[in-house]
């Protein structure tokens, strides 16, 4: 079954949906889903890779895993600010505590999202951040 989508084809077509997750299984499902939901996903294993592959004046969104070997979404976050990215991030892990949802905010997080997740709420999520206005000089 093709989830509802509420967003018309001409926009969906032009999202892009960037995924780092250090696990196969996830990055493979999250693709699967953004795919058919006729979005473009470009799925990464680690942060550095994304990070070191990113134009930054490149407009779409951003899931993000928290807990990975090497550089965390923490220092990813980081970075893409220090960047001066505009690129609207998700958190999407299964690490939830009341002190890493402050910190990813901190960071400029939109949004964080607990594995596992519903398939309707990521791309209602997605949605969401990719229509955002972007968040100029913010925290």
Same mark, same amino acid.
């Given at each position: 079954?093709?989830?509802?989508?509420?967003v018309?084809?001409?926009?969906?077509a032009?999202?892009?949906?960037?995924i780092?997750d250090?696990?196969d299984?996830v990055r493979?499902?999250?693709?699967?889903?953004i795919?058919?939901?006729g979005m473009?996903a470009?799925a990464?294993?680690s @942060?550095?890779r994304?990070?070191l592959?990113l134009? =930054?004046? #490149?407009?779409?969104?951003?899931?993000?895993? *928290?807990?990975? /070997?090497?550089?965390?979404g923490q220092?990813?976050?980081?970075?893409?600010?220090?960047?001066?990215?505009q690129?609207p991030?998700?958190?999407?892990? @299964?690490?939830?505590?009341?002190?890493?949802r402050? =910190?990813? #905010?901190?960071?400029?997080?939109?949004?964080f *999202?607990r594995? /596992?997740?519903?398939?309707?709420a990521?791309?209602?999520?997605?949605?969401?951040?990719?229509?955002?206005?972007?968040?100029v000089?913010s925290?």
């Amino acid at each position: 079954m093709r989830p509802r989508n509420s967003v018309s084809e001409t926009n969906k077509a032009g999202t892009v949906v960037f995924i780092v997750d250090d696990d196969d299984d996830v990055r493979d499902g999250f693709t699967r889903l953004i795919r058919s939901a006729g979005m473009q996903a470009l799925a990464y294993a680690s @942060a550095e890779r994304f990070l070191l592959e990113l134009d =930054v004046s #490149r407009r779409g969104c951003l899931l993000l895993d *928290l807990t990975m /070997p090497g550089m965390t979404g923490q220092l990813a976050l980081s970075r893409l600010k220090q960047m001066g990215s505009q690129l609207p991030v998700i958190v999407v892990s @299964a690490r939830d505590d009341e002190m890493m949802r402050a =910190v990813v #905010r901190e960071l400029g997080a939109k949004m964080f *999202l607990r594995k /596992p997740v519903d398939d309707q709420a990521l791309l209602d999520a997605i949605q969401w951040a990719a229509a955002s206005p972007l968040d100029v000089g913010s925290a």
